[in-house]
């Protein structure tokens, strides 16, 4: 089954417990939280105050994305802030300093997962993919919402999914990036089944029919 995780970096911060409550009301399955520190990459978006707002706000599965320098540093911080999945970029640190970071996240009970930048090969997961609950390929250099889908990623999305089934069928494949109802199904039918979608969800007026939307070009695909 595909699962759609709305970005908030899309949603409307004035009133976010409420979007998160829309979201979910609209069939949303996870609430895809980006956390910049403007060093990983070019911007600066939201930290833990914000996650342990949401989690006060709503119980939707959180699926928190560390877009941050040295994220061992914080990792526990944010599995108590209420994150379900801490999400962890391989390029923000040392395989060594990842690895312990993977174990802090799950010592607190919490799934990890580990992300690709789109100039990052498929190989590059090989040292995690037995520790880890979710496998997520950037689609777009990551860092701001609203950018066009690259559509180059693809093979990656094959192989990692042909890397999961050889080493850990368990493991989720996420994709996040310029995600709409065109792109969607491209991603499903490579073997991704966690779909990131920020402005496709939130920017439109009928959230449940987006979902929908998204969801039924899968199927159709």
């Known amino acids: 089954m595909i699962k759609i995780a709305p970005s908030v970096l899309a949603a409307d911060f004035c009133r976010l ?6 979201v979910k009301a609209a069939g949303a399955d996870y609430l895809h939280v980006d956390v910049m ?3 990983l990459v070019p911007n600066i978006s939201i930290g833990i105050p914000v996650v342990e707002s949401l989690r006060r706000a709503t119980d939707m599965f959180l699926d928190v994305h560390l877009m941050i320098t040295e994220p061992v540093r914080y990792a526990e911080r944010f599995c108590k802030a209420g994150a379900d999945l801490v999400n962890l970029h391989v390029e923000s640190d040392t395989q060594e300093n990842t690895l312990r ?4 996240i799950r010592a607190c009970g919490k799934r990890a997962g580990v992300t690709l930048k789109p100039k990052t090969p498929a190989e590059a997961v ?3 993919l037995d520790r880890v609950d979710l496998i997520l390929v950037m689609t777009v250099e990551p860092g701001f919402g609203g950018q066009h889908f690259m559509a180059a990623q693809l ?3 094959r192989e990692i999914r042909r890397l999961i089934e050889m080493n850990n069928p368990a493991c989720e494949l996420e994709v996040d990036g310029g995600i709409d109802r065109d792109t969607a199904p491209q991603c499903a039918e490579a073997g991704a089944n966690v779909l990131v979608a920020g402005s496709a969800v939130f920017g439109k007026p009928d959230r449940a029919a987006a979902i929908r939307a998204i969801r039924e070009n899968c199927l159709k695909n």
């Open 126 to 128: 090989l040292p995690f």
């Open 155 to 157: 093979p990656k999305i």
């Open 37 to 39: 520190d403007g060093l």
């Open 17 to 22: 417990g409420a979007e998160a409550a829309e």
């Open 101 to 104: 970071a993977i174990e802090i």
